[in-house]
């Protein structure tokens, strides 16, 4: 069992930048990739970027690509993305997600175990 909870959201203007953090619980997290997912109002979730358990592999949507990086420090059981020049089309719900497999794309929502309970980031113009 691995509880997930973030922190990290807030309100922020166009063009800011912020980082959410995800903190495990549970035993072995380095043996799951974890994910950041986001559902914004009337919208399916959406991937926003993963990490491999190694920490050598990451993935990143298009959308997010240049402007969101994802870290990871398994010392801390902590899962980490920096958001860079944030847009108002970035407010959503940001969930964080582990994914016990090695051999998934860790891209879709199916394949993750465990989610957090999300944290708000809502961007103005």
């Known amino acids: 069992q691995v509880t997930l909870v973030e922190s990290g959201g807030g309100l922020v203007q166009a063009g800011d930048s912020l980082t959410l953090s995800c903190a495990a619980s549970g035993r072995a997290f380095d043996n799951y990739a974890m994910g950041w997912f986001r559902r914004a109002p009337g919208k399916e979730r959406e991937f926003v970027s993963a990490?491999?358990?190694?920490?050598?592999?990451?993935y990143y949507a298009v959308s997010m690509k240049g402007r969101f990086t994802i870290s990871r420090d398994n010392a801390r059981n902590t899962v980490s993305m920096r958001m860079n020049s944030l847009k108002p089309e970035d407010t959503a719900v940001y969930f964080c997600?582990?994914?016990?497999?090695?051999?998934?794309?860790?891209?879709?929502?199916?394949?993750?175990?465990?989610w957090g309970q999300g944290t708000q980031v809502t961007v103005s113009s």
């Open positions: 990490i491999s358990q190694s920490v050598r592999t990451t």
């Open positions: 997600a582990a994914d016990r497999s090695y051999t998934s794309t860790h891209q879709t929502p199916s394949e993750y175990d465990y």
